[in-house]
């Protein structure tokens, strides 16, 4: 079945560490992964994505990495700073053509100065 | 930079009426979904939208829900006839191509008393 899900519901993390958010999926048809952060009241913002043909993509202070073997899909914040405080989500595509979405739980990340 | 537009940031209402809320893609996208997020939880898919007609529904869009593209800019979501369970943040989202980047407005909050 489609289910997209995060393993940790809070990250907490010291200014300037790198923060890693982990997201399990299971629909081995999933071929197009999504981060989004949302911070208090807001929409998700997108962050960076990847499809199932690359096993890493490179953003600026943001790498994600697709494990298609195990379905797994990690967000890697490098330097993490106050303003990446926010529910990172991890969202996947179905196989049909609408673009649908479906979401995982989310992860806070709490970041201490 | 272009963006999704919602309006009203916050909607209250009484449980049975109608409610209507209300988006603007970004000027040059073609495909255009509603998503609601109760508070605490994942974001959840309601439905997708493309070419003047919906492409894909959840079980969650029922006939108490509609959408319409009222014109060349407007997408709205409508609830009939409001529970206390439609009580959500309502996102907007839009995309250039089906399994494109999807782009989230910031919402409207809905509170049905």
């Known amino acids: 079945g489609e289910n997209v899900g995060l393993h940790l519901p809070t990250l907490s993390v010291q200014e300037g560490d790198n923060s890693i958010i982990n997201c399990a999926y299971s629909n081995s048809a999933s071929d197009y992964f999504i981060w989004y952060k949302q911070e208090s009241g807001k929409g998700p913002q997108f962050i960076i994505d990847i499809r199932s043909n690359m096993d890493k993509r490179q953003g600026q202070r943001v790498t994600v990495l697709l494990n298609k073997t195990v379905k797994h899909l990690s967000l890697q914040i490098a330097a993490t700073q106050p303003g990446d405080s926010a529910v990172y989500f991890c969202a996947e595509t179905s196989s049909s053509n609408t673009g649908k979405l479906i979401f995982g739980q989310g992860t806070t990340l709490q970041v201490k100065p | 930079e272009p963006e999704v537009t919602q309006t009203p940031s916050h909607q209250v209402t009484q449980m049975g009426q109608e409610v209507i809320l209300r988006c603007v893609p970004i000027?040059?996208?073609?495909?255009f979904y509603w998503y609601r997020q109760i508070l605490g939880q994942k974001v959840e898919f309601l439905v997708s939208f493309y070419n003047n007609e919906i492409s894909e529904k959840s079980e969650i869009f029922d006939d108490q829900f509609s959408v319409e593209r009222p014109d060349g800019s407007n997408f709205t979501l409508k609830i009939r006839s409001t529970k206390l369970e439609d009580s959500a943040m309502y996102f907007c989202a839009s995309s250039g191509q089906g399994r494109d980047t999807q782009y989230f407005g910031p919402g409207t909050r809905l509170t049905v008393l």
């Open positions: 000027s040059n996208h073609l495909y």
